[in-house]
């Protein structure tokens, strides 16, 4: 029956907040729009990840061609990185975010629901971090334990890795790599001036390392070409646990993803499967799943 009352469409944002970046979409009122800002790895940067949220929702708002007053319409789903870890996940709780709410999760979770558009799966994200999801028998999360204690196979990882083998070079404790020359004109650094040129870097710092220490790898270096085989075997052990739980197939995300596959064993590529979906869309996903009811700012402590 028709009130005479219209009602106001809701708009849904996604949030796939990582290491490197922050990826915001809106999408409602028959409009679309995406949003790229800075790093959004809670764990790493508190005070930066709200800030690239809040830039990249703005982006995305401005792309859709919505006003930017909309940001407080906004029921939101945010996958980040590092928000497991209960102590970050309290923080981000008490965040007096700009939106009409907030439903918080981890970014395995979104790329999941991206990846699987809720069904059934698995998924193994090599980005600047790393981890696997598998949801079969109450789910399964292999990972996701923070730079530097984890993240294996990430480019974090491979960065690290490469510059403590760039260090054993000079010290004339391991073997000659290339690792060397191209970690120092990445860092504009020489020599010792490398440990300079990366004291007090972050997980986002080595992220960026990890294309060189691939292109190296590549071009037959035994040292760059052993790191990455190494970090490439554990992803293969994660994806071995979830095929043996079940599933004939799983998903391989993130920046890395394209970069790893020429060097993954054949029997690991005929497991693979394209994702039906990207992580922000996952979250758009998540904040559907959650949302219901009155909106206000508490209703959106986490879903």
């Known amino acids: 029956m028709h009130t005479g009352m219209e009602t106001e469409p809701v708009l849904y944002l996604g949030i796939d907040g990582g290491g490197s970046k922050c990826r915001a979409r ?20 508190l005070t930066q990840t709200c800030e690239s949220i809040q830039q990249a929702a703005e ?8 006003p930017a007053d909309a940001l407080g319409k906004l029921v939101a789903g945010a996958g980040l990185a590092g928000v497991n870890i209960p102590r970050v996940r309290e923080q981000l709780l008490a965040w ?13 979770q979104i790329a999941f629901l991206g990846a699987h558009g809720g069904e059934e799966g698995a998924v193994i994200v090599a980005g600047t971090g790393s981890v696997g999801y598998s949801s079969l028998n109450g789910g399964l999360s ?45 860092l504009q650094a020489r020599g010792l001036d490398l440990v300079g040129a990366m004291a007090g870097a972050g997980q986002q710092d080595y992220g960026r390392l990890a294309p060189r220490v691939l292109a190296v790898a590549e071009a037959g270096d035994a040292v760059a070409v052993a790191i990455v085989r190494e970090g490439v075997n554990y992803l293969e052990q994660v994806a071995k646990r979830f095929l043996a739980r079940g599933h004939s197939h799983f998903c391989l995300l993130g920046g890395l993803a394209a970069r790893l596959l020429p060097w993954l064993g054949e029997k690991t590529l005929q497991c693979l499967q394209p994702p039906r979906g990207q992580p922000d869309e996952g979250a758009l996903l998540y904040a559907r799943q959650c949302h219901g009811g009155v909106i206000t700012r508490e209703s959106g402590r986490g879903c």
Request: charged content about 15%; glycine content about 14%; overall charge negative.
């Open 26 to 45: 809106v999408t409602g009122a028959g409009r679309e729009g995406v949003g790229v800002a800075g790093p959004a790895n809670p764990f790493q940067n």
């Open 142 to 186: 292999i990972g996701a334990h923070g730079f530097p204690f984890a993240d294996k196979g990430s480019g974090a990882w491979l960065g690290l890795k490469a510059l403590e083998a760039a260090l054993l070079t000079l010290d004339d404790l391991g073997p000659a790599t290339a690792l060397l020359p191209a970690l120092e004109e990445e």
């Open 59 to 66: 982006l995305a708002l401005a792309d859709a061609g919505l």
């Open 96 to 108: 007096r975010h700009p939106f009409s709410a907030l439903y918080l999760t981890d970014d395995i």
